[in-house]
């Protein structure tokens, strides 16, 4: 005679019931790749929107890449920093190019702008202008309505 299929359940799972629970984790992992430190400041920065005030280093700027969203924000990346369009926050103005999808007027300081296209950076010294593709492309991916 076979057993009810409820005591057959109960059957297969009192063994997991009567097992010790494997011990929790000490904490969620969170963010990953900074340190606990880290992403507390980070967190903090975010509840009270904090930006970190950076200045620019070396003798050229360099426009890493431009982001447009869908909102309307934009986040550009000037040697490897990102920042808000309309701040300032890394020590350098930007001012995206009206005409030119990829392309903005870099400055910084009291600096006068270079237009720059994405993959260029220019001599803060010089002036001069040098595309660091080498040869190589940037797509342009036009965003999709509802995505």
Same mark, same amino acid.
């Given at each position: 005679?076979?057993?009810?299929?409820?005591?057959? &359940?109960?059957?297969?799972?009192?063994?997991? @019931?009567v097992?010790?629970?494997?011990?929790? %984790? !000490?904490?969620? @992992?969170?963010?990953l /790749? /900074?340190?606990p430190?880290?992403? !507390?400041? &980070?967190?903090?920065?975010r509840?009270?929107?904090?930006?970190?005030?950076?200045?620019?280093?070396?003798? #050229?700027?360099? @426009?890493?890449?431009i982001?447009?969203?869908?909102?309307?924000?934009?986040?550009?990346? *000037?040697?490897?920093?990102?920042?808000?369009?309309?701040?300032? #926050?890394?020590?350098? %103005? *930007?001012? &995206? #190019?009206?005409?030119e999808?990829?392309? %903005?007027?870099?400055s910084?300081?009291d600096?006068?702008?270079?237009?720059?296209?994405v993959?260029?950076?220019?001599?803060?010294?010089?002036?001069?202008?040098?595309? @660091?593709?080498r040869?190589?492309?940037?797509?342009?991916?036009? #965003?999709v309505?509802?995505?």
């Amino acid at each position: 005679m076979r057993a009810p299929p409820r005591v057959r &359940l109960l059957a297969a799972l009192l063994p997991a @019931l009567v097992l010790p629970a494997p011990p929790a %984790a !000490a904490e969620a @992992l969170g963010r990953l /790749f /900074f340190t606990p430190e880290r992403r !507390a400041a &980070l967190d903090r920065q975010r509840q009270y929107n904090i930006q970190e005030t950076r200045t620019i280093q070396g003798g #050229s700027l360099q @426009l890493d890449g431009i982001v447009r969203r869908s909102s309307g924000r934009t986040t550009v990346w *000037v040697n490897g920093v990102a920042q808000n369009e309309r701040s300032d #926050s890394a020590g350098v %103005a *930007v001012r &995206l #190019s009206p005409r030119e999808p990829g392309a %903005a007027a870099v400055s910084a300081g009291d600096e006068a702008p270079a237009e720059l296209r994405v993959g260029e950076s220019v001599n803060r010294g010089t002036r001069e202008t040098a595309e @660091l593709l080498r040869g190589g492309t940037i797509r342009r991916r036009a #965003s999709v309505e509802g995505h």
